[in-house]
T-cell receptor, first 115, second 113 residues
Framework: DAGVTQSPTHLIKTRGQQVTLRCSPK?????VSWYQQALGQGPQFIFQ???????QRGNFPDRFSGHQFPNYSSELNVNALLLGDSALYLC??????????????FGPGTRLTVT | AQSVTQLGSHVSVSEGALVLLRCNYS??????LFWYVQYPNQGLQLLLK??????LVKGINGFEAEFKKSETSFHLTKPSAHMSDAAEYFC???????????FGTGTSLTVIP
């Protein structure tokens, strides 16, 4: 049973650039959430996608955007990168309508470094 | 709105000793409460969760937690620490409607041989 997968594992970008991170949900799951985990902090909810639409959003600027594909995989896009965007980005998947967070499965994350 | 406070960013215990990691929550609606563990360079793994029903929840790897509404607490315990328990532990809360999901800042557990 394939778990949540994320790519790439590590990424280094320069301030002002744009980045795209990818996530494939656990087999059978249809809802994807994205989190930002800064060093030494707990994960912070960015947004959640279900049925190819953004269903929930945390307190993140519009520079953070996403997409969900018909196969339920998802992308996180961050524009105009800032040094403060350096973090571990986690993807989590669930089964069911948006909001059923209690069955979340997390991927290993993508480590983004902005220089 | 919901929030979580984890008391103690670092906890050290001897192998075989009791593990106690503290979590207090704030929620304007009946909460769902969770404990996750994160090993280095890995994602989060669910240890246990409380949604409704029995307030003492048993999870994986011998961990358990008790939901105490009067104290707004959800502390994580394990009777006997093992070296493999060394990791970062996160408490999280979600409203019963499932809107948003808030993590604490984490507690790093060190197990001393």
């Amino acid at each position: 049973d394939a778990g949540v997968t994320q790519s790439p594992t590590h990424l280094i970008k320069t301030r002002g650039q744009q980045v795209t991170l990818r996530c494939s949900p656990k087999s059978g799951h249809d809802t994807v959430s994205w989190y930002q985990q800064a060093l030494g902090q707990g994960p912070q909810f960015i947004f959640q996608y279900y049925e190819e639409e953004e269903r929930q959003r945390g307190n993140f600027p519009d520079r953070f955007s996403g997409h969900q594909f018909p196969n339920y995989s998802s992308e996180l896009n961050v524009n105009a990168l800032l040094l403060g965007d350096s973090a571990l980005y986690l993807c989590a998947s669930t089964l069911g309508p948006g909001g059923r967070f209690y069955e979340q499965y997390f991927g290993p994350g993508t480590r983004l470094t902005v220089t | 709105a919901q929030s979580v406070t984890q008391l103690g960013s670092h906890v050290s215990v001897s192998e075989g000793a009791l593990v106690l990691l503290r979590c207090n929550y704030s929620s304007s609606v009946p909460p769902y409460l969770f404990w996750y563990v994160q090993y280095p360079n890995q994602g989060l793994q669910l240890l246990l969760k409380y949604t409704t029903g029995a307030t003492l929840v048993k999870g994986i790897n011998g961990f358990e937690a008790e939901f105490k509404k009067s104290e707004t607490s959800f502390h994580l315990t394990k009777p006997s620490a093992h070296m493999s328990d060394a990791a970062e532990y996160f408490c999280a809360v979600s409203g019963s409607t499932g809107n948003q999901f808030y993590f604490g800042t984490g507690t790093s557990l060190t197990v001393i041989p």
